[in-house]
């Protein structure tokens, strides 16, 4: 069999069965593959930042690789940005680029690109095959890197591809991640019964399952306050869970919320650090005098180290939470942040998953949303955006039968609106919330906080209503039911709607 089959075939046994894809010329013998070898799903994307995106939204939920396929150095380059927010997340991913053959390469021909260099900017494992023979290998050494977790980039020259001589490789096994040393457990302790202020600040894995149930039951035991990154790769959040406070993105708030704190653990989570510097200098949001230790890295084994903790404090998972208040009903009349927030929390249906890229007007969703129905809540996570509408669509694939909510900010969502057109052909129930205020809100605000005085270019550069752009036109064009909504009256109607129609469905919400 040719390279391109015997790869696919190994993907499939390492259990890679979705590809998002906008594939080319040199990745045809890929594609041709898709129709000899069961078990894959391959997914088109109509711009390589909804696959990579998509890839990235897949690999949260599901906890396993979904595959790209891109299109040489221009296509990777394009799907760049979502997987920036992907390496951030932790993401599983592998990446297929296809290359101009070996013998074609050296004639320099328009596509030819320096493919592993942009490759590695955003991958933990970067690897071109060379021969058809090695093909297979090299993709199964993709999949175990991917699920370390990782991005995995395999860049596939086409003659690799359509050469004969290949067969599937034997998917390779999964190390399990490394215990926290013994140390870290007794440090975090005498912390604990040191007294005073501890939080412990959730990343990753702390914020899903058991673990998050014994970082809850901790709290409730020794009364240390939970907080979780500000950007949040994924959190199972709601009723019956523990709630626990997000660092705020807003430096002057995360300041705030970290005044009192006396010291810090780190569980799978990075030490807070502001997106931009102000004039002032300042990186971190950490009062004077904070002492900071790691119990677990994001590449230990979190949950393990939380159990062990939580036996040497005399606690156990049981101690959990109560259920907590339920929400107070849908609001009504204008259309405001706490508004906005208020008829989430009520209406969201169960089990949902929350996509949120809302930036400046969903800044306040968060924190009313511990009172809505279990549901994971994910976010953007490396500051590019454009990623939440593929985030969905991929969320989506991973989940069927979950209904997935997308809050998006109007010109984060001209990124990639493309995802619509793949919600629609693949029949995936996402709601799309369009925080529609025509304008790069956020930008405004930075303005201000670095103390650039907008004038009227600057007011010109920021703003998008010259022309106003009309989303329910275009979320029908791409096939995708559309309505404007501008009242809290006439979303909840809408919303209710959506939830029970299946298919994409959007909502644009003045704002």
């Not at 894809?21 to 088109?44: C, I, K, W, Y």
């Not at 626990?244 to 705030?256: D, F, H, I, L, T």
């Not at 994001?298 to 606690?315: I, K, S, T, W, Y």
Request: proline letters at 7%; hydrophobic letters at 45%.
């Amino acid at each position: 069999m040719n390279g391109a089959e015997a790869l696919l075939r190994t993907l499939c046994a390492a259990g890679v069965d979705t590809c998002f894809g906008n594939p080319g010329t040199s990745e045809m013998h890929f594609v041709a593959a898709l129709d000899r070898v069961q078990g894959m799903r391959a997914v088109l994307a109509l711009a390589e930042g909804v696959a990579t995106g998509a890839a990235d939204g897949y690999g949260r939920i599901a906890r396993r690789p979904a595959a790209t396929l891109l299109h040489c150095g221009p296509g990777l380059a394009n799907g760049l940005a979502n997987l920036h927010n992907a390496r951030r997340a932790r993401s599983p991913i592998v990446n297929l680029i296809g290359d101009l053959s070996h013998s074609h390469k050296p004639a320099d021909p328009p596509l030819a690109a320096d493919i592993e260099a942009l490759a590695r900017t955003v991958s933990s494992w970067t690897r071109t095959t060379l021969d058809a023979h090695s093909v297979a290998a090299d993709g199964a050494g993709a999949v175990a890197a991917a699920m370390a977790p990782g991005i995995a980039s395999l860049i596939l020259p086409s003659d690799v591809c359509w050469s004969d001589g290949a067969h599937p490789a034997v998917p390779r096994p999964v190390a399990a991640p490394a215990s926290v040393e013994d140390g870290a457990i007794v440090r975090a302790a005498d912390w604990i019964r040191h007294g005073g202020t501890t939080v412990l600040l959730l990343g990753g894995d702390a914020l899903l399952g058991p673990s998050l149930r014994l970082a809850g039951a901790i709290a409730v035991r020794t009364g240390v306050r939970l907080m979780a990154e500000s950007s949040i790769a994924r959190m199972e959040r709601g009723r019956g869970r523990p709630d626990v406070q997000r660092v705020p993105y807003a430096p002057g708030a995360a300041v705030q919320a970290l005044s009192t704190a006396q010291r810090m653990l780190l569980v799978g989570a990075r030490r807070p650090v502001f997106s931009f510097a102000g004039p002032d200098g300042r990186s971190r949001p950490e009062p004077p005098g904070l002492q900071t230790a790691v119990l677990a890295g994001p590449e230990e084994n979190v949950q393990d180290a939380l159990a062990r903790l939580a036996e040497d404090l005399g606690c156990g998972a049981s101690a959990s939470p109560e259920a907590g208040e339920s929400p107070v009903g849908a609001a009504a009349g204008e259309v405001t942040p706490r508004a906005f927030a208020q008829s989430l929390a009520a209406l969201l249906p169960e089990e949902s998953i929350v996509v949120d890229e809302g930036v400046t007007f969903g800044r306040d969703v968060y924190a009313q949303m511990g009172r809505a129905a279990p549901h994971d809540w994910m976010q953007l996570t490396g500051g590019a955006i454009g990623s939440g509408m593929p985030m969905a669509t991929g969320a989506s694939i991973a989940a069927p039968g979950r209904r997935v909510v997308n809050l998006e900010a109007d010109g984060s969502a001209l990124y990639t609106a493309q995802a619509l057109w793949t919600q629609a052909r693949e029949r995936l129930d996402v709601t799309t919330v369009i925080f529609s205020n025509r304008r790069y809100a956020i930008l405004f605000d930075e303005m201000k906080r670095v103390g650039a005085l907008p004038g009227e270019g600057a007011h010109t550069l920021l703003t998008l209503d010259q022309p106003a752009i009309d989303w329910v036109r275009i979320a029908e064009g791409f096939g995708a039911q559309a309505e404007r909504a501008d009242s809290m009256e006439a979303f909840n109607a809408a919303f209710a709607r959506s939830v029970r129609t299946p298919g994409p469905y959007l909502i644009e919400l003045m704002i």
